[in-house]
């Protein structure tokens, strides 16, 4: 997990980048196990960016896989056209502005909003900062947050 700290707009517009590149990578083409993702947990009222895979393999070789995947992120996003750069930035912006599909969805964004004092006015600002931002000062941020650390659990215990 990487922590997002007060950028947290950026970090779900990463992992918005990253998420087929990600379940492409370890999913189809490496088949390290069914279920492969990346996704934004809030934990402790902090946001961070997790990569999920539920494998057979050993841990400390998915531990540097994933590790791996950071990097190669890192590359891929360095190497994006500013027309790729735009198309994922409308794409992001049609993502999260789309109507709920599902209770779950309603839930977890009433959750967020009203349990956890999240700003009610968070989406349009993120709209913002994704519609102001530049590939350079994307690229930077990336590199900024994949020099933090890294936090990886082997398993998650429900009963600890």
Do not use: W
Not at 1 to 24: A, K, P, R
């Amino acid at each position: 997990m990487i922590n997002l700290g007060e950028n947290y707009q950026l970090g779900f517009f990463y992992s918005h980048v990253i998420n087929e590149l990600f379940f492409d990578s370890l999913r189809t083409k490496e088949a390290l196990g069914y279920i492969v993702f990346n996704t934004i947990r809030l934990i402790r009222s902090k946001r961070f960016v997790c990569f999920v895979v539920q494998s057979e393999k050993d841990g400390d070789f998915l531990i540097n896989r994933i590790n791996d995947f950071i990097v190669e992120s890192q590359k891929y996003i360095k190497e994006l056209s500013n027309e790729d750069f735009e198309e994922f930035k409308k794409g992001f912006i049609i993502e999260i502005t789309k109507p709920f599909d599902n209770l779950t969805v309603l839930h977890r964004f009433v959750h967020n909003k009203y349990q956890l004092d999240e700003n009610i006015n968070q989406e349009l600002e993120t709209i913002k900062i994704i519609n102001n931002l530049k590939l350079s000062d994307f690229i930077n941020f990336v590199n900024d947050l994949t020099k933090l650390k890294v936090n990886v659990f082997k398993s998650f215990p429900l009963n600890e």
